[in-house]
């Protein structure tokens, strides 16, 4: 499949990510993720557990489970479901199930995150961890968020976003074209998930290694955001 590339409010190319191109990417990823990514994401996954521990409800839908690195630090109590659209990384996760007896896991499905298939207000919260710069349409992942956690409900996200300026943004600008071999936006900005003008983030934290990544927490508005998007 050709590369195609999008340029809205950038002055610079940027290949369009397909749910081939992602799965594609997390086929070759599935075996070396955990060594690659696993200690540089821990503290994220780490900090966003935490956050979903302390809210209230137990229905979780974790979105991108990937190899499953968070479920084991879930709260029993919690009742957790992980979707991805790679069926090689929910192998792994179903692996990790199985060897560390994680009897919260109450499900894993190989789903696409746009368009999943839970009804309504499944969720009390969902919770994407270095997802939303992976997934095709960020604003559409974040519509079906909206869609299937109960109004006052939570989402969270932690994820890499784009310096707005100095290196990193040089460099990230200049990956930005390798976004489909690579498998995810090295540009993605935090506009690219949500409409600041129309979401209220509750809380935004930086994350370890050196704020590399961010933690966002947004309370839920349901469906009025998702007829919007």
């Known amino acids: 499949m050709s590369i195609r590339f999008d340029t809205p409010d950038r002055d610079h190319p940027r290949a369009v990510l397909d749910a081939e191109g992602v799965r594609d990417a997390y086929r070759r990823w599935a075996g070396v993720y955990d060594l690659v990514f696993g200690g540089v994401s821990a503290h994220g996954r780490r900090r966003a557990v935490e956050e979903v521990n ?4 137990s229905r979780v839908l974790e979105v991108g489970v990937g190899t499953g690195l968070a479920l084991p630090r879930y709260r029993p109590e919690k009742r957790v479901i992980g979707i991805d659209l790679s069926r090689e990384m929910l192998e792994k996760a179903a692996e990790r199930v199985r060897t560390e007896r994680l009897s ?3 499900g894993l499905c190989e789903m696409d995150a746009e368009r999943m298939a ?3 207000g499944s969720f009390d919260i969902a919770v994407a961890m270095f997802t939303a710069s992976v997934v095709p349409n960020a604003r ?3 519509a079906e968020m909206s869609r299937v956690v109960r109004p006052s409900g939570h989402l969270l996200f932690v994820n890499h976003f784009a310096a707005e300026s100095g290196v990193r943004w040089w460099v990230e600008r200049s990956m930005a074209p390798l976004a489909r071999l690579l ?3 090295p540009d993605f900005a935090l506009s690219d998930l949500l409409d600041p003008q129309q979401v209220r983030v509750e809380a935004m934290e930086p994350c370890q290694p050196a704020g590399l990544f961010t933690l966002v927490r947004v309370r839920n508005q349901g469906a009025l955001l998702a007829a919007a998007a």
Not at 54 to 57: A, N
């Open 118 to 120: 839970f009804a309504d």
């Open 183 to 185: 498998g995810w936006h």
């Open 104 to 106: 919260h896991v109450v």
């Open 140 to 142: 559409t992942l974040f």
């Open 54 to 57: 302390r809210l209230p409800g």
